[in-house]
Each structure stands twice: as structure tokens, then as C-alpha cells.
């Protein structure tokens, strides 16, 4: 990718004279007012949202409230009735498929792996978009197979079929192959499905390491506590629109949970780490 490709810049407005206009840096990945459904029924309008280069954003929210049809719309996976997406200063929709791929790579909620294909070789499908007539298999490609099995603790299964794996096996692996196609962008959705609370664990702290390492990550969670301790920035969506957005202190309120949720809790600093911890009150069970 060339400087020009990787970094998007406006002239900044003159606040108080003091010295020129400087460059402003645009997010890599935005959605500009637009409106995301399916067939003639539509799930969010008008909707925009910038992601922070660097962070580490979770889309939190009620089931069937738009999260992951937003994170499909800003993965090309949906295309907007209205409005665009913006990648890299350019309508999405206006780049070759691979070249979408080798800039943003994607898990979504549930996939399919071709029958009969071994964890090693559906791993290494994560390569695809930076091959090409010139450019085939490279000692590089196997460094990424190798250490995306590795990061995800599936590489004692490489050689097993995918389709006899366990579900949380199996989603580990979809994990890794997303790793390995190593984009500055990664966009996942409810990453932590199928997995028991210890891989849950392992996999969050994956993702914390690869974006203290650079990577931009959003990611849809069900967990609102897991949620509140790893992310950088939070987005809170109900009924299709956004309702907060911001550091997870900022935005995880008893008030915005009764809001968003329905829940009645008491938020309280967890006592790791510090950042917001949501505890439901549930009824009265004292008597």
C-alpha cells in the first residue's frame, strides 16, 4: 500500500490564526449517513458512524437491534440503499474485491467450511488475497498459517478436518484464519461464540495484544462486561440507530444499560481492572 493509500488527509480549519492549516487525518473506515437493510426491510437509516484509527471497537446492543448489519455494511458484505462507506478515502464499493480484502479482513457470525478441507489448509485460504499470478505461496504465507494456528491454540489440530471439530474448536480456526490474512483492519463478529469462558478469555486478550501491535478492530460482543474491559471505544446501538458512543466509561451508565437493555444494575469499577462492571439487580430475593 502507498502513503498516499494508507493515510487520507483534509485541511484543517484555522481555529486562532495561529500558524497554517495543517493536514487532519480521516478515519480509515466510516459509514456516511447510510441506510442498511434487506429486500424492503430496513434494519438502520441515515446511519453514521467513524471508526478511531487504532482503537479496539465493540458494537454493543439488544439482539436484532443492527450490529452485525452494520458490521457487514462496513465490510462490503451489505450494500447501503443510501449513503456509502468509506474506506481509505474512497467509497468501498469502489474497490476490487481482493484489494477490499488485503486492507480490512472480516469473521463473520457463522461460516461454512468446504467439506473435507483440514484446519492448516482453510487457515491458509486467510492468504488468498495477497496471492496472485506473480506472487504464489511464500515462506512469508507460511509464517502467518503457522502463527495464526499458534496465537489461537489450533495448531495441534492442523491436520484434522474441520467439519469433525467441535464448535468451539471450529470457531478458533475461523479465528485464525482471519489472522493470517494480517490486514491493518479486522472486523469481527461475535468472535467469542461457541467458546467456554477460558478461551473466551484468551481470545479477548489476543485481540487486545494485536491492536496495542497496530491493528483497528471492531467487534460485535454479546458480553457488555467483556465488552467494557477490552474495548477503546464503545458503540451502543438499539432499534437500528446509535444511541452512545465513546471510551467504555464514558458510555457504560446504569442508566444507558436500563436504556439500551431493559436491565435494571448497578455499574461498578471492576475490581481487576478498573473499567465498568455491570451488575444486575435482578428482584428482591432478600426476604
Known amino acids: 500500500m502507498s502513503e498516499s493509500e494508507g493515510t487520507v488527509s483534509a485541511v484543517a480549519v484555522d481555529r486562532g490564526g495561529a500558524g497554517a492549516p495543517g493536514p487532519v487525518e480521516q478515519p480509515r473506515l466510516q459509514a456516511e449517513a447510510a441506510t442498511f437493510g434487506y429486500d424492503r426491510r430496513v434494519v438502520s437509516a441515515g446511519l453514521s458512524v467513524c471508526i478511531p484509527d487504532g482503537s479496539f471497537t465493540v458494537i454493543v446492543g439488544p439482539n436484532a437491534c443492527g450490529k452485525s448489519t452494520l458490521l457487514r455494511g462496513l465490510s462490503r458484505l451489505l450494500k447501503p440503499a443510501e449513503g456509502r462507506v468509506v474506506l481509505d478515502g474512497r467509497s468501498i464499493a469502489s474497490y476490487r474485491a481482493k484489494e477490499v480484502a488485503r486492507r480490512l479482513g472480516l469473521l463473520p457470525q457463522s461460516s461454512i467450511a468446504p467439506n473435507g478441507i483440514t484446519v492448516a489448509d482453510l487457515v491458509a485460504h486467510g492468504r488468498y488475497p495477497h496471492q496472485n499470478l506473480v506472487r504464489q505461496w511464500t515462506d512469508a504465507d507460511e509464517r502467518a498459517v503457522l502463527e ?86 464503545l458503540v451502543a446501538m438499539k432499534d437500528g440507530r446509535i444511541v452512545a458512543e465513546g471510551a467504555p466509561r464514558d458510555v457504560v451508565t446504569a442508566d444507558l444499560v436500563h436504556e439500551v437493555f431493559g436491565l435494571r444494575c448497578m455499574v461498578v469499577p471492576d475490581p481487576v481492572v478498573g473499567t465498568p462492571s455491570v451488575v444486575p439487580l435482578g428482584r428482591d430475593r432478600s426476604g
Not at 467441535?166 to 482471519?178: D, N, P, T
Open 148 to 233: 495464526a494456528m499458534a496465537a489461537t491454540g489450533v495448531a495441534e489440530l492442523s491436520g484434522r478436518l474441520v467439519d469433525e471439530l467441535s464448535g468451539g474448536q471450529r470457531q478458533r480456526v475461523w479465528v485464525a484464519m482471519a489472522l493470517a490474512q494480517q490486514t491493518p483492519l479486522l472486523l469481527l463478529d461475535e468472535p467469542t461464540t461457541f467458546l467456554d469462558i477460558a478461551y473466551q478469555i484468551e481470545l479477548m486478550e489476543l485481540f487486545t495484544d494485536l491492536n496495542a501491535a497496530g491493528t483497528t478492530l471492531v467487534a460485535v460482543l454479546h458480553d457488555l462486561n467483556q465488552a467494557a474491559r477490552y474495548a477503546t471505544h
